[in-house]
């Protein structure tokens, strides 16, 4: 992606500029001239988004920014490379220019800066005369086709017609619109075609209305497309001004019962554009839409949800590649296995079964069912491969792809690193997507911050898919469809964008691509044999910058032997993800590797070696070890862009050494760390610190002062580690006062703690305190009776593994409370039923419970259901739900 790697490398220069000039004093001037190159670039790349796809001429110049930009990338990393390390001269000279020599350099960006500005004045040129001559730019505008909408072999629909047939029928105080959203090709035209001829809406609205909404439409010819069902001749209507037009369609439609559906509205703008017309008084009328947008949805009904379309079922996609291939249910049994195999590797995408039914029907004309047995093997064991070729599935796709802005395009292609069917933890994308360069800085929002909002517009675009949600509402992890993350992986190749490459084995026992050959690649991604590839001779990427090992199979030890494999074939690395492979011995070269922006390490690690804090340019260090406690011995204090510190085991800090200057600056994930690490001095540097993770005896935190220092600090998770003490001698006698605890503190997890109920009045005095979870024992006793005033502010309460017989509690005590979460609470024998009037509560989840609990759960969803019904505003209605894990009922 040019856009990202310009992006990237103006962040990377200005940098350089500013921490290590010393580095390049050599080439100082060069690189300020490069910087000023690559904003022009950067405007030109941003100017040219919407031309990309349509113009030979640009799609041609940015690929050149983006080769030219990656080769100034390799000289300057380098450059820098070898200043930090002399003894890699030699190395370098293998597979790059002189490194100190960007004048070679700077005559290529020279040629392309000249193009960039000859397009630039061609397009002003060009604006100009649109300007002047209207009728020449619609001329030259492209035909808009309008797809067909489907009639036949409609499978799966029939609930959600119902329920969207249901709200077009309800009566409302003004203009209704409803809206159907959803992944590309999963049938949200097909579904509002369903809707349109059912004999109930024709009976219900005489004039019913179609008009297909193009990313590139005309307000003018969508107004008299609707008019046209008003007017029998529209020829008078071309003397008309705009003006005009939209004062007649708003007459015709300011009375009377009717329905218009607006399929695929691409933006909010768009919608915006045209709701002028449409009588926002008339009750009787009713737009129904269909999106791949939420902000569409929001944007045209506030108070009403859009009706997000799902998946289809196994059963579902089943009939439905049946009806496609034999014009009617049923499937003969020699090809039923097949079938169902082509249909599970479809991910319950219409569009997806559809096209492969159509490829079987071609292939299997023959009629002789050997040969139709083996085609159906066939495309069985290749389905990816037959979706990538089919122009369909790619330009349907390819159409969402186009309409993301710049800066989110890199963000989607990049979902094309993780395997098929991968559920992607959303900490870990946003922190590489921030490694990668991704993420523009916004002033007074961190970069984390701007990644979970970038992640969120992909999810309201309906490319990405919610896995699971947080308590506190946040995207835990997400998933992409596999037919998209081939168009990903598709676009990303080295023919088109030269953006990541996917490692895999051959059927001979080899790799492709070889280990031989990924010399010009960026980034690598392998999901299988990783440590057989990393253990390969002749292992050499000298461009490389990104290595994600993402499997599902258990981590596998890295021989002893290749401990140094990695840094030794992938010197400008800048992102490692390995925790697939097991490293038995910390490969000390990995401290050469000074563009390290984000390493994880399965390891049996003891210690952190002091050579890590010559990392400079490191943000994330994640490190999963065997052992309880890990002693980093990194000075980890000096080491300016670290943002995030994790591990699974309770780290040792390093003291802070006299002469450092900054402490901490960056930091804002720090975990899981051992108490005796906290001293005053270290809790007053953490300032920014938002995420904190202690393990290990919590005894000596109780009188520690400085935690209230945390001004920023949002989630605390505290370990009571009793793995050498016993249970009696390890429990906490209290809690810290109230005052002691960070002031901005959101979200708390206790564990281990055996506090005694009484002091859970402690932690409802914390007036910020969102979401608590108790885990494993963090409070003990038979009875906890709530306190009055307190907890004015949970939304979230989770307990886990208690001993807890009686709760008893009143609404008021939660007045704010949204979910509550009970685990393992095997002898509490109620749930207090005052809960159930607390306006907010809208989530009951419960497994391992007595079932007296299970029996005062569903006496609390009748309550809410009684409640809901009872809501004469439907809009401001919150469905109640109840989980109840199977055998506790």
Request: charged share 30%; with cysteine; aromatic share 8%.
């Amino acid at each position: 992606m040019a856009d990202a790697a310009v992006e990237f490398l103006l962040e990377n220069l200005k940098q350089l500029l500013l921490y290590h000039a010393n580095l390049i004093q050599d080439a100082k001037n060069q690189v300020e001239d490069l910087e000023k190159d690559l904003r022009l670039f950067k405007a030109f790349l941003k100017d040219s988004t919407k031309n990309r796809s349509k113009d030979e001429t640009v799609k041609v110049l940015v690929r050149q920014i983006s080769d030219i930009v990656y080769e100034i990338e390799d000289v300057i990393d380098t450059y820098i490379t070898q200043a930090a390390d002399k003894k890699s001269s030699n190395y370098f000279k293998k597979f790059v220019r002189t490194p100190a020599n960007l004048i070679s350099v700077a005559k290529d960006v020279e040629k392309i800066r000249a193009k960039v500005k000859s397009i630039l004045d061609r397009d002003r040129v060009d604006l100009a005369n649109r300007e002047t001559n209207p009728s020449e730019r619609e001329a030259a505008e492209e035909i808009i086709k309008i797809p067909k909408v489907r009639e036949d072999n409609i499978v799966g629909f029939d609930d959600e017609a119902k329920t969207i047939i249901t709200y077009l029928m309800e009566e409302s105080e003004e203009l209704d619109v409803i809206s159907i959203i959803g992944l590309p090709g999963l049938g949200k035209t097909t579904l509002a075609g369903k809707i349109f001829r059912d004999p109930k809406i024709q009976f219900e609205f005489p004039t019913r209305i179609w008009v297909y909404v193009s990313q590139e439409f005309k307000r003018r010819d969508v107004y008299v497309a609707i008019l046209s069902k008003f007017i029998n001749n529209t020829d008078n209507l071309k003397h008309k001004s705009d003006q005009e037009i939209t004062q007649l369609l708003q007459d015709h439609l300011q009375k009377g019962r009717f329905l218009i559906v607006m399929d695929d509205v691409w933006s909010a703008d768009a919608w915006i554009y045209l709701r002028d017309a449409l009588p926002k008084s008339n009750k009787s009328g009713k737009i129904l839409i269909t999106s791949r947008t939420e902000e569409v949805a929001l944007e045209a009904n506030r108070n009403r949800h859009p009706y997000k379309l799902r998946f289809l079922t196994f059963e579902e996609s089943f009939l439905l590649l049946q009806l496609e291939v034999f014009g009617r249910p049923g499937c003969p049994q020699d090809l039923e296995t097949f079938g169902q195999l082509i249909v599970m590797k479809c991910g319950g995408l219409p569009l997806a079964i559809v096209v492969i039914g159509g490829i079987l029907v071609k292939r299997s004309l023959s009629g002789d069912p050997m040969a139709r047995r083996h085609t159906w093997r066939k495309v069985s064991e290749s389905v990816p491969t037959y979706l990538k070729e089919d122009p369909n599935v790619e330009s349907i796709i390819a159409l969402s792809y186009n309409k993301l802005p710049y800066y989110l395009r890199p963000c989607f292609l990049y979902l094309g690193m993780f395997p098929e069917d991968f559920e992607i933890p959303v900490w870990t994308l946003t922190r590489l997507w921030i490694a990668e360069g991704f993420i523009q800085q916004k002033t007074g929002i961190t970069l984390e911050q701007t990644a979970q909002d970038y992640l969120e517009e992909l999810v309201n675009r309906n490319l990405v898919m919610v896995d699971k949600m947080s308590t506190d509402g946040k995207i835990k992890s997400c998933r992409v469809h596999d037919t998209l993350r081939q168009f990903c992986k598709n676009e990303s190749s080295s023919e088109r964008e030269n953006f990541l490459q996917e490692v895999k084995r051959t059927a001979g026992g080899g790799f492709e691509p070889s280990n031989t050959n990924i010399e010009s690649y960026r980034r690598l991604c392998i999901h299988s044999s990783i440590v057989d590839f990393i253990s390969s001779p002749l292992l050499f990427g000298p461009r490389v910058r990104s290595i994600l090992c993402s499997s599902k199979e258990e981590p596998f030890p890295l021989p002893l032997e290749n401990a140094s494999s990695i840094p030794t074939a992938f010197k400008l690395l800048r992102i490692l993800d390995a925790k697939s492979i097991i490293f038995t011995k910390f490969p000390r070269d990995m401290a050469h590797l000074v563009h390290l922006r984000y390493i994880v390490l399965s390891s049996n690690f003891k210690v952190i070696p002091e050579a890590i804090a010559e990392l400079w340019n490191l943000q994330t260090l994640v490190v999963y070890t065997s052992v309880r406690v890990l002693e980093i011995k990194a000075n980890i204090w000096r080491m300016l862009q670290l943002r995030h510190v994790k591990t699974n085991a309770s780290a040792i800090l390093p003291k802070r050494g006299k002469t450092t200057k900054e402490l901490g600056e960056k930091l804002q994930t720090l975990g899981t760390v051992s108490p005796q690490s906290f001293t005053d001095d270290v809790f007053d540097r953490l300032r920014s610190l938002r995420k904190l993770g202690i393990r290990g005896l919590l005894v000596s935190l109780l009188d520690a002062k400085g935690m209230d220092k945390l001004d920023n600090l949002e989630k605390l998770k505290l370990v009571n580690d009793l793995y050498s003490s016993p249970s009696s001698g390890g429990r906490l006698p209290r809690l810290p006062e109230p005052y002691r605890f960070p002031p901005k503190l959101r979200s708390l997890t206790l564990c281990s703690t055996y506090l005694d109920w009484v002091h859970m009045s402690t932690l409802g005095m914390l007036d910020t305190l969102e979401v608590l979870k108790l885990k494993e024992n963090a409070f003990v006793g038979k009875c906890w009776e709530v306190s009055t005033g307190h907890f004015r502010h949970l939304e979230v309460l989770h307990i886990e593994r208690t001993d807890l017989g009686v709760w008893k509690a009143e609404a008021n005590h939660f007045p704010r409370l949204e979910c509550l979460v009970l685990r393992n609470c095997e002898v509490l024998q109620m749930i207090p039923y005052k809960l159930s009037e607390v306006q907010s509560f809208q989530r009951l989840d419960l497994k391992r419970v007595t079932k007296s609990a299970a029996a005062d759960a569903r006496k609390i969803e009748e309550a809410k259901n009684r409640q809901q019904d009872q809501e004469l505003d439907a809009n401001k209605r919150i469905k109640f739900r109840l989980y109840i894990a199977p055998g506790d009922e």
